[in-house]
């Protein structure tokens, strides 16, 4: 099964985050240390979760140590970054990242190459220039972030 947007969200939780495995699989073939830091709403779902506040469910999935730094990781499997998503990650980046511990997006794509990592800052400057779409489906508004 495909880990994308046209998916229920029911259908996504019975199969592989494929993103995430393809995120660990990098780590891991690279060497790179990293732990599960977020929610695994997959192999460990919470009860009532939609109960929990909006920036604790928007929690990094990962911390992994890149380029000498300590990083919190959302990992995604596609280039589309929900609008609401993205003020959750803006506010936990101005509340407890700096410059030793930035938080990154990892962009883990089907075609089997590398994640590509961008900063939330980075993010930030590109959807300057970019008008939300609307996904079919829950009608929530998302940028199409250009790789």
């Given at each position: 099964?495909?880990?994308?947007?046209?998916?229920?969200?029911?259908?996504r939780?019975?199969?592989?985050?494929k993103a995430?495995a393809?995120?660990?699989f990098?780590?891991e073939?690279?060497?790179i240390?990293?732990?599960?830091m977020?929610?695994?709403?997959?192999?460990?779902?919470v009860?009532?979760?939609?109960?929990?506040?909006?920036?604790?469910?928007s929690l990094?999935?990962?911390?992994?140590?890149?380029?000498?730094?300590?990083?919190?990781?959302?990992?995604k499997?596609?280039?589309?970054?929900?609008?609401?998503?993205?003020?959750q990650?803006?506010?936990?980046?101005?509340?407890?990242?700096?410059?030793?511990t930035?938080m990154?997006?990892?962009?883990?794509?089907?075609?089997?190459g590398?994640?590509i990592?961008?900063?939330?800052r980075?993010?930030?400057?590109?959807?300057?220039?970019?008008?939300?779409?609307?996904f079919?489906t829950?009608?929530?508004?998302?940028y199409?972030?250009?790789?």
């Open positions: 099964m495909n880990d994308t947007h046209s998916n229920t969200y029911e259908e939780q019975k199969s592989l985050n995430e393809r995120f660990e990098f780590c073939g690279k060497g240390w990293y732990c599960r977020g929610f695994d709403e997959t192999n460990d779902p009860p009532m979760f939609w109960k929990i506040h909006p920036l604790i469910r990094p999935d990962y911390l992994m140590v890149y380029k000498e730094k300590l990083c919190y990781v959302h990992v499997g596609s280039n589309k970054l929900k609008v609401h998503d993205l003020g990650y803006v506010i936990f980046h101005r509340l407890y990242c700096d410059k030793e930035p990154l997006i990892a962009f883990c794509f089907e075609d089997g590398k994640p990592f961008k900063s939330i980075w993010i930030e400057q590109a959807v300057l220039t970019l008008k939300p779409k609307i079919p829950d009608k929530k508004e998302y199409e972030l250009p790789m």
